[in-house]
Nanobody, 121 residues
Framework: QVRLVESGGGLVQAGDSLTLSCLFSGGIFSDYAMAWFRQAPGKERELVAK????????SYTDSVQGRFTISRTTAKKTSYLQMNDLKPEDTAVYYCAAKNAPTLNGRPHYWGQGTQVTVSS
């Protein structure tokens, strides 16, 4: 059974940086496309960034383009979300997701438990 464990969330000030990590276990990491979603209070969960299983295809939601960077390291079975120039509107619970497919389109197969990111103004 695939398991995803996020870490790295916290409370920061506007303009600061954070890096989230997602440790993958229970499967073959290179078989899975990875993504980061977020859900703010009272809002629907939204896709933030995704990366294909070989890392060749990456995309971001418009609001984080140029500020966030998604990556993955096969040796460590980990996906990362580097977040720079954080804004209060980035405050949300961030979820790691995985899908056994070349790219993560549609609903993921697996979710992490989430990590809270809070950005104060």
């Amino acid at each position: 059974q695939v398991r995803l464990v996020e870490s790295g969330g916290g409370l920061v000030q506007a303009g600061d940086s954070l890096t989230l990590s997602c440790l993958f276990s229970g499967g073959i990491f290179s078989d899975y496309a990875m993504a980061w979603f977020r859900q703010a209070p009272g809002k629907e969960r939204e896709l933030v960034a995704k990366i294909s299983r070989i890392g060749s295809t990456i995309s971001y939601t418009d609001s984080v383009q140029g500020r966030f960077t998604i990556s993955r390291t096969t040796a460590k079975k980990t996906s990362y979300l580097q977040m720079n120039d954080l804004k209060p509107e980035d405050t949300a619970v961030y979820y790691c997701a995985a899908k056994n497919a070349p790219t993560l389109n549609g609903r993921p197969h697996y979710w992490g438990q989430g990590t809270q990111v809070t950005v104060s103004s």
